[in-house]
């Protein structure tokens, strides 16, 4: 009989499977504490992305501007704008300033040159 007893005592000494039940309460818990980092979070880049907020103001950038001669072309213009920079960088700029299609220019149309090249 003493073996009976123990495994009778081991038996009872081992716990019950407790099966854990979330009510309301604990998932209202739960779901507050995992929503608090994003609000936050949100709250942080709230306030700081209002620094870059635009100011409706326009940059104040002045161009000199050449007025094309008949016959002129825009390799011409780049030449006499900067005639010690590389040409095909001076025509590059210039194209993408004036946003030009294509490096035809019409007799008195007026260009943009940029900062670099002014005088």
């Known amino acids: ?52 907020v635009a100011t409706g103001q326009v940059a104040s950038t002045s161009f000199d501007y050449v007025t094309v001669e008949p016959g002129q072309s825009l390799w011409q213009v780049a030449e006499s704008v900067a005639p010690s920079a590389d040409i095909r960088d001076v025509v590059a700029d210039i194209v993408h300033l004036n946003r030009l299609e294509s490096t035809n220019l019409q007799p008195g149309q007026k260009i943009a040159i940029p900062t ?4």
């Open 1 to 52: 009989m003493a073996l009976g007893t123990t495994a009778a005592a081991i038996r009872a000494s081992a716990s019950p499977a407790v099966h854990l039940r979330l009510t309301r309460r604990g998932r209202v818990v739960l779901t507050s504490l995992a929503a608090i980092p994003l609000v936050i979070g949100a709250l942080v880049f709230a306030i700081n992305g209002g620094s870059a």
């Open 116 to 119: 670099q090249y002014s005088h």
